[in-house]
């Protein structure tokens, strides 16, 4: 006999109560709590059988050899760590439209060469939807398995009998598990449905991809507890308007995070972009006051990219401070510094900090670039347009070693610049030929030297 019960669920974190509450006491969020009724069956039947399992010493444990298996797609495998991972359970994030399904479906294909039992299951599309898009990819003749498909049950009918090899469920938040009365989306819904599939995926080292929404505030749609039960997430990020999408590794318990893939969306799918760097610069203006280069690092790869600033006189009472791919209090202390240390009167102006081509940079090495964008806005001279800027400015304006110095520099380097101004502390790292690399120690001293 099942017995049933009815529970609230905040349906930003995951919290429960027994009773409704105007405000989560988890996660701070108003109106949050819906009611749910989560149906518990007296005793539940096991999934599927597992062995017993006895501790071992560590030593004596058998390591998986060959983990990661690649699927062809070099800047999405970059992200994965190398490849999927037989039993890695892939959550995929982004905001609708992005290109989830699309790099799926890319990577499946592409898979479904080597391999047979290749299965994408779909909530959202029917089979002649997802064929008309696949056409239009050019991956039309394939052996990839489709089906479409909103029940768990259902779905797990189809996993033992195609025994995939890997899985893809797009969208997590339209699957259902009749376990549960709630309706398909909610928090209680996308939990049980992932950790069932999450369990079958472990126990039969099929490897597998969830998609899933992202909300208007940017997390996972649902619970973050998501994030808790799969191995790896991947964000997709992009601005409208620009065709560049990057892919970001957030968590991953098989390889390094911090990684990124970047892609351009075309009209024949997405297409890897090797070169980040060029297509940053591409449309640089040349001899502009408040444009500048950095090299930020992403991962283990360095990445040129523009920023831009424009300084204008305010007429407001509260001077505008806005910026775009770089957080706002970090601009906002980079220009108490220049006001501080330099001596610019910027307390009359509105400052705009954008980075060109809609990148985020996460990382402080672009301080130096961001505070010299302000001020050749401000002086309205431009910098040079062969110079690189690398360094952390520290509240006192002295400018602090970064990680990876060689990197960043190789990559300009190859970009034909022929110019850089780095940290003192960074200067006993070895410098590629023909680059003038000068070593700067505090904001004013490199200011001096660019004007
Ligand atoms: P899609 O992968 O369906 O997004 P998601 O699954 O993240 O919601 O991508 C949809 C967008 O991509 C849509 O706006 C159309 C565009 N697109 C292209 O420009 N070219 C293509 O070849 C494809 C398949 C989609
Ligand atoms: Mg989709």
């Excluded at 599927?48 to 690649?70: D, M, N, Q, R």
């Excluded at 998609?211 to 799969?230: N, R």
């Excluded at 400015?393 to 110095?405: C, H, N, Q, S």
């Amino acid at each position: 006999m099942a017995r049933s019960k009815t529970i609230f669920a905040c349906q930003n974190c995951g919290a429960q109560s027994p009773k409704w509450l105007g405000r989560c006491p988890e996660c701070s969020q108003w109106n949050t709590y819906v009611e749910e009724v989560a149906e518990i069956e007296a005793k539940r039947a096991p999934l599927f059988e597992v062995p017993i399992s006895t501790p071992k010493p560590l030593a004596e444990i058998a390591g998986e050899e060959g983990k990661h298996i690649p699927t062809g797609i070099a800047e999405f495998d970059r992200t994965l760590g190398g490849g999927y991972v037989p039993g890695g359970v892939t959550l995929l994030g982004g905001d609708p439209g992005i290109g989830k399904s699309t790099i799926i479906m890319q990577a499946l294909a592409r898979l479904s060469g080597t391999s047979d039992s290749i299965l994408y299951i779909s909530g959202e599309e029917s089979a002649a939807q997802i064929k008309l898009r696949a056409e239009r990819m050019d991956i039309g003749g394939n052996k990839l398995l489709v089906v479409t498909e909103n029940c768990l049950e259902r779905i797990l009918e189809h996993v033992r009998k195609c025994k995939p090899t890997v899985l893809a469920i797009d969208s997590i938040q339209t699957m259902y598990t009749n376990d549960i009365t709630s309706a398909p989306g909610t928090v209680s819904q996308v939990r049980e449905s992932a950790a069932k599939l999450v369990t079958v995926c472990k126990s039969s080292a099929i490897a597998a991809f969830l998609i899933g929404h992202v909300t208007k505030d940017g997390s996972i749609a649902g619970p973050k507890v998501l994030e808790h039960m799969v191995d790896t997430v991947l964000y997709f990020e992009g601005e409208r308007g620009h065709p560049y999408r990057i892919l970001r590794t957030m968590k991953n318990r098989f390889g390094s995070t911090n990684e990124i893939g970047v892609f351009e969306m075309t009209g024949k799918g997405l297409v890897e972009v090797t070169n980040p760097s060029g297509l940053f610069l591409a449309e640089r203006p040349h001899a502009t006051p408040g444009s500048v280069v950095v090299t930020t690092l992403e991962g283990s790869r360095p990445v040129l990219l523009e920023i831009q600033a424009l300084v204008a006189g305010s007429g407001l009472a509260n001077p505008r401070r806005t910026s775009i791919g770089i957080e706002t209090q970090r601009t906002s202390l980079l220009v108490a510094v220049l006001e501080k240390v330099v001596g610019v009167k910027l307390y009359d102006q509105d400052i705009f900090v954008n980075v060109a081509g809609g990148m985020r940079i996460t990382e402080p090495a672009s301080d130096l670039g961001v505070i010299s964008a302000i001020h050749s806005s401000f002086l309205n001279r431009p910098v040079d347009g062969k110079a690189v800027l690398i360094g952390e400015v520290g509240l006192g304006g002295e400018i602090r070693a970064v990680m990876g110095i060689e990197a960043r520099l190789k990559e300009a380097h190859k970009m034909g610049f022929t110019r850089a101004v780095v940290p003192k502390g960074n200067m006993k790292s070895p410098t590629p030929p023909k680059m003038e690399v000068v070593g700067c120690s505090n904001v004013e001293e490199c200011l001096k030297l660019l004007s």
